[in-house]
């Protein structure tokens, strides 16, 4: 991780649970067979257990939230063996405001860091870049969607994909976020990645591209294990 717990500044704590609305990117992947970005970031008690069928990266980006508006760039890349079974985990996690990174630690257990994020919206599509102390992590060029809006709704998730699980501190957390909105087809145009900050993904093959919109979600107090 890029900051520690001992680093952390001093906010407000905000308990889950959490109602947020936003709009976000996703992109469905598949890694090649023993690509490092499958294991990267990921707690070495777990990275023998990573399975997948399809990887996802995603962009959010929250206008509302108990910690105020915020953006985030994300990767899972597939489920993990935990106590109960196999659950999707996030592996990197980026946010842009340390309220969102100490909250989403404590809460979740989720293993956020803050970086710096520029967006930009133009006609033909979106442009991502995310950066830490000047060092650029990611590169995502994203063109306008297009075609049919479709209903989105996380309870046609089968359970043991919905319910997420983070190893961090010696303690597991179990959440299952539930969120509705829509979504249209897009295309990646470009990426681009630094390994040391950020899985590499350049060698993946992309399945699908969406942008999700006028999302609402709602992320639970999460069940806590050790």
Same mark, same amino acid.
């Given at each position: ?6 680093s952390?500044?001093d ?17 469905a ?19 023998a257990?990573?399975? !997948? ?5 995603? &962009?959010?980006?929250?206008?509302? =939230? +108990?910690? #105020?508006?915020?953006?985030? $760039?994300?990767?899972?890349p ?52 995310? !950066? ?5 992590? &990611?590169v995502?060029?994203?063109? =306008? +969607?297009? #075609?049919?809006?479709?209903? $989105? ?22 959440y299952?976020?539930?969120?509705t ?44 294990? #050790?």
């Open positions: 991780m890029l900051q520690s717990n001992e952390l500044p906010v407000p704590r905000l308990p889950a649970p959490w109602s947020l609305r936003g709009h976000a990117w996703m992109v992947l598949r890694l090649p067979a023993g690509d490092p970005a499958r294991t990267a970031f990921v707690p070495a008690d777990l990275r257990t990573v399975k !997948s069928a399809f990887s996802v990266l995603m &962009c959010v980006v929250y206008d509302e =939230a +108990p910690c #105020g508006p915020y953006r985030e $760039l994300l990767f899972i597939g489920t993990m063996h935990f106590g109960d079974g196999r659950h999707p985990s996030i592996s990197r996690i980026l946010v842009s405001t340390w309220d969102s990174v100490v909250n989403g630690r404590i809460n979740w257990g989720i293993p956020k860091d803050r970086a710096d994020f520029d967006w930009t919206r133009g006609e033909s599509g979106d442009h991502w870049r995310v !950066s830490s102390d000047g060092k650029e992590l &990611c995502l060029d994203f063109t =306008a +969607p297009t #075609g049919v809006r479709l209903p $989105l709704r996380s309870s046609w998730m089968p359970r043991g994909l919905g319910t997420l699980a983070q190893r961090q501190d010696g303690r597991t957390c179990y299952r976020p539930e969120a909105g829509s979504l249209r087809l897009c295309r990646l145009r470009q990426w681009r990645f630094d390994p040391e900050l950020f899985p590499d993904l350049s060698r993946a093959t992309v399945l699908a591209t969406a942008r999700i919109e006028a999302f609402r979600m709602v992320f639970p107090v999460a069940r806590v294990v #050790g």
